[in-house]
């Protein structure tokens, strides 16, 4: 079984599918911890890693290359990521996750991984919108792909209401019924 996570910054892309692997006991793997760790080696945050990445196609190529690579050499896993429905078309499982942006910003302000922090909400809104413009080019440039498109998935949640467990519920519930 294979489940891919997508959805835009703040949507809960990471926390549900750290608890869903827990809760199916699947191995867990995060793109956005992959891009994290690329960006705090450069010693550089997401957003400025993002603008480089505009710039560097080597930045997105090496991400995209190790998602193509899990969905041909492994099983039975959770992978969060913008892309990962993209680049694992065979996943059984195909969610992706939505809230408002309000909602996203504050969820994000209140996340310890990011590294550019902002305190105001409604800056921390527009850094979010910058960041999914620019991966939205790329991604558009590179494969030819915008990740909202609808076809790409199976299961459509908005998170705006919901907590985690609430979401991992759902996406249980889903796969119960493929």
């Not at 750290?18 to 080696?41: Q, T, V």
């Not at 992978?79 to 996943?91: C, H, K, Q, S």
Request: charged share 35%; aromatic share 6%.
């Amino acid at each position: 079984m294979i489940v891919t996570i997508s959805g835009k910054a703040g949507s809960g892309k990471s926390t549900v599918a750290k608890l869903l692997s827990e809760k199916l006991k699947l191995r867990h793997y995060s793109i956005g911890d992959l891009m994290r760790a690329m960006a705090s080696d450069k010693g550089i945050g997401l957003m400025e890693l993002n603008k480089l990445a505009e710039k560097d196609n080597s930045i997105d190529l090496e991400l995209d290359k190790r998602l193509k690579e899990l969905g041909k050499t492994k099983d039975n896993f959770v992978v969060d990521g913008r892309l990962a429905a993209f680049f694992i078309p065979n996943a059984q499982v195909r969610v992706f996750l939505d809230t408002n942006d309000k909602v996203r910003a504050e969820r994000i302000l209140k996340d310890k991984r990011e590294h550019e922090q902002s305190k105001d909400l409604n800056e921390m809104v527009k850094k979010i919108q910058e960041r999914e413009k620019s991966e939205k080019k790329r991604y558009q440039q590179y494969y030819s792909v915008d990740y909202l498109d609808k076809k790409l998935y199976n299961l459509f949640i908005d998170t705006t209401e919901l907590n985690p467990n609430g979401v991992v519920d759902r996406i249980i519930k889903f796969m119960k019924h493929i």
